[in-house]
């Protein structure tokens, strides 16, 4: 909707400013590789948090061990803290040094 001019008593005129509204900016989640985490266990972690089929996860597991990240999934800031929580809490009750972190898209 357009905004009014908002004018005052003493011949102050403020222009109309367009609405300052910004998308509120993403995150994607990635892994990174290493020697010791079972590639199993990567493909595991895809479909059980991420929600992919054993055969997407399987491409993203590979991507990973072949070039040393990759995505997981794109997120709000929240949502993004929240899968990283999750999945290092998970690597690490199983004793696995998988590393998930996330960065502005
Ligand atoms: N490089 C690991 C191995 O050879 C597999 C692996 C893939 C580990 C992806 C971490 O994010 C990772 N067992």
């Keep these: 909707m357009a905004t009014p001019k908002t004018s005052y008593g003493d011949n102050t005129v403020l222009e109309p400013q367009q609405a300052q509204v910004k998308p509120p900016p993403l995150y994607k989640v990635l892994l990174l590789n290493d020697d010791f985490t079972p590639m199993d266990f990567v493909?595991?972690?895809l479909q059980?948090?991420?929600n992919m089929n054993l055969e997407q996860a399987t491409v993203v597991m590979l991507k990973v061990h072949?070039?040393?990240k990759g995505i997981c999934g794109v997120?709000?800031?929240d949502v993004?803290?929240?899968k990283v929580e999750q999945v290092t809490a998970?690597?690490?009750r199983h004793q696995h040094p998988l590393a998930c972190?996330?960065?502005e898209n």
């Design 43 to 45: 493909v595991v972690v």
């Design 48 to 50: 059980q948090f991420f």
């Design 66 to 68: 072949r070039e040393g």
């Design 75 to 77: 997120f709000p800031r």
């Design 80 to 82: 993004a803290a929240t």
């Design 90 to 92: 998970f690597a690490r």
């Design 101 to 103: 972190v996330m960065e």
